[in-house]
């Protein structure tokens, strides 16, 4: 299937893996679950900029309980942190986190890396709990185990754009969630 979409030169979008239908209703399912555990918390959903935005957008939606939203920004450090993880903070967070039930929204689990550090980061601020929503995992790449308390989709391991994820800040918008496919030069 050929994807409606404009492509960069010297990329192209190969298969679509998620089809927006398929996205919307497994976010409507985790909002749902979601809702059930933390009614009556007041519970805090943190979206990492800029990956998670539509995916935390639409499962805000999809939760129909008394919530509340902050953002970090957060950016990896070069070569020489890839064994630590250590990220860096772009844009922290608003509000303290003491005694808030703590929800991170990510859009990708890769090596688990980011989501180790940020959560261990969180967790020292006293919050009551600092559970994990993810919508992709692509568990062949794990380098450290991070609970992932709430997924989407388990895929294969394949560059994925689309629904937040980029490639060079390309494809964010697309609807859907698409392999994507580098032409090698010659
Ligand atoms: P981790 O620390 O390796 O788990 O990194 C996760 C981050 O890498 C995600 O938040 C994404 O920004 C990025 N990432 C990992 N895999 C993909 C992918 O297939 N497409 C786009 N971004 C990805
Ligand atoms: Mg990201």
Known sequence: MKPIYAEFPGEYLEDVLLPAEKIQ????????AIAAEY???N???VCILKGASPFHADLIRSIHIPLAVD??????YGQSTKTTGEVKLIKDL???LTSRHVLIVEDIVDTGLTLNY??????????????????LSKPARRIVEVPIDYLGFEIPDEFVVGY?????????NLPYIGVLRLAVDS
Request: proline fraction near 4%.
């Open 25 to 32: 209703a497994r976010v409507g399912e985790l909002g749902a």
């Open 39 to 41: 009614a009556g918390k």
């Open 43 to 45: 519970p805090l959903l």
């Open 71 to 76: 953002f970090i920004a957060v950016a990896s």
């Open 94 to 96: 608003d509000k303290s």
């Open 118 to 135: 940020l959560k261990h980061l969180l967790e020292n601020r006293g919050p009551a709990s600092v559970r994990i929503c993810a919508l």
């Open 164 to 172: 937040g994820l980029d490639y060079s800040e390309r494809y964010r």
